[in-house]
């Protein structure tokens, strides 16, 4: 049945067994349904109040007439309101450990990991490097708790004293396409220039024309340091073996036949078989190619991957 609701009723209750169309028509200013059942429904003009039985579920029709529709807000899921990008801070994560759980959530909402490791992880950042950075908003109320909204590492670059490695860039879900990861990468470069580093290096799979459009270039590969100290020399630093390159330069042994010593009895013995031919052939010396549309760089995974670097 259809059931027309006009400008003068003040209360109407359905029973638990209709279940009707309800037409709304263009007089009507003000529907409200029991807040314990369904949610608050604002319209027109002259109806005070229309609650419904909870098991009575009608199916609401509105014509093209009404003019407004408000729900309830207790009954309206919660939307994250957007920080503005003037109040946002950047915080490295060992200075705000009450924020490590938040951070590792952020993070792991991206790349999925064991939440103990996250947190292990997350608890070496220092100032002596590698260090977390957190983009923070501020809370809701003055007595709430920062909100994460991005994080970044920042580590530091073998035989590279004033370079940098980003890892880890991520923003939260709710505030992406919002202008937050420009910000976010614009604060790495103030927080890196600002302690003496003149370049950024980082990796991306898809994301090379978010980094294009704020400066970064196509890059070689350089080795960060998952750990680092001050009280490190550089001679030790150095030490330590380079970056494994993908097309290894090392030397193949000759496969020359060699005159082979003669035992105290019986002929020489034959010289060992030729190593098989590469499949492919050889490419000349120097960096693998790539361009913003192929590359030839892998990650451990196998999957291509895009080195960028910017001076800053």
Same mark, same amino acid.
């Given at each position: 049945?259809?059931?027309?609701?006009?400008?003068?009723?003040?209360?109407?209750?359905?029973? %638990?067994?209709? &279940?009707?169309?309800?037409?709304?028509?263009?007089?009507?200013?003000?529907?409200?349904?029991?807040?314990?059942?369904?949610?608050? +429904?604002?319209?027109?003009?002259?109806?005070?109040?229309?609650?419904?039985?909870?098991?009575?579920?009608?199916?609401?029709?509105?014509?093209?007439?009404?003019?407004?529709?408000?729900?309830? =807000?207790?009954?309206?899921?919660?939307?994250?309101?957007?920080?503005?990008?003037?109040?946002?801070?950047?915080?490295?994560?060992?200075?705000?450990?009450?924020?490590?759980?938040?951070?590792?959530?952020?993070?792991?909402?991206?790349?999925?990991?064991?939440?103990?490791?996250?947190?292990?992880?997350?608890?070496?950042?220092?100032?002596?490097?590698?260090?977390?950075?957190?983009?923070?908003?501020?809370?809701?109320?003055?007595?709430?708790?920062?909100? +994460?909204?991005?994080?970044?590492?920042?580590?530091?670059?073998?035989?590279?004293?004033?370079?940098?490695?980003?890892?880890?860039? +991520?923003?939260?879900?709710?505030?992406?396409?919002?202008?937050?990861?420009?910000?976010?990468?614009?604060?790495?470069?103030?927080?890196?220039?600002?302690?003496?580093?003149?370049?950024?290096?980082?990796?991306?799979?898809?994301?090379?024309?978010?980094?294009?459009?704020?400066?970064?270039?196509?890059?070689? %590969?350089?080795?960060?340091?998952?750990?680092?100290?001050?009280?490190? %020399?550089?001679?030790?630093?150095?030490?330590?073996?380079?970056?494994?390159?993908?097309?290894?330069?090392?030397? +193949?042994?000759?496969?020359?036949?060699?005159?082979?010593?003669?035992?105290?009895?019986?002929?020489?013995?034959?010289?060992?078989?030729?190593? =098989? &031919?590469?499949?492919?052939?050889?490419?000349?010396?120097?960096?693998?190619? &790539?361009?913003?549309?192929?590359?030839?760089?892998?990650?451990?995974?196998?999957? %291509?991957?895009?080195?960028?670097?910017?001076?800053?």
């Amino acid at each position: 049945m259809e059931l027309i609701l006009s400008n003068s009723p003040a209360k109407l209750t359905l029973g %638990p067994a209709c &279940q009707p169309e309800l037409t709304l028509r263009f007089n009507l200013t003000k529907l409200t349904l029991d807040p314990t059942h369904q949610p608050e +429904v604002t319209l027109s003009p002259r109806l005070a109040e229309l609650t419904l039985d909870s098991t009575c579920h009608p199916e609401m029709t509105l014509r093209p007439d009404p003019a407004k529709l408000t729900l309830d =807000p207790r009954h309206q899921p919660e939307e994250t309101p957007l920080p503005s990008l003037a109040e946002l801070t950047l915080e490295p994560v060992h200075c705000r450990p009450e924020l490590l759980d938040a951070c590792a959530d952020l993070i792991n909402d991206q790349w999925p990991r064991s939440r103990a490791s996250r947190l292990h992880s997350l608890g070496q950042s220092s100032d002596a490097f590698p260090l977390c950075l957190m983009l923070l908003s501020p809370g809701l109320t003055p007595e709430a708790a920062p909100i +994460v909204v991005g994080h970044a590492r920042l580590s530091r670059v073998l035989d590279l004293p004033q370079s940098l490695l980003v890892e880890t860039v +991520v923003v939260a879900r709710a505030f992406r396409g919002r202008g937050f990861g420009r910000r976010l990468m614009e604060g790495l470069e103030v927080f890196a220039r600002a302690r003496g580093f003149r370049r950024l290096h980082l990796t991306t799979h898809d994301q090379l024309y978010f980094y294009a459009h704020l400066g970064y270039q196509l890059g070689e %590969p350089v080795q960060g340091l998952v750990f680092t100290s001050q009280r490190l %020399p550089s001679t030790l630093l150095r030490a330590f073996p380079r970056a494994p390159s993908s097309r290894p330069s090392c030397k +193949v042994p000759s496969l020359t036949a060699q005159a082979a010593p003669r035992g105290p009895k019986g002929p020489p013995l034959p010289p060992p078989p030729p190593l =098989p &031919q590469p499949t492919s052939p050889s490419s000349p010396e120097g960096p693998l190619p &790539q361009s913003l549309l192929e590359t030839q760089y892998q990650d451990l995974r196998g999957c %291509p991957i895009f080195w960028m670097e910017k001076n800053i």
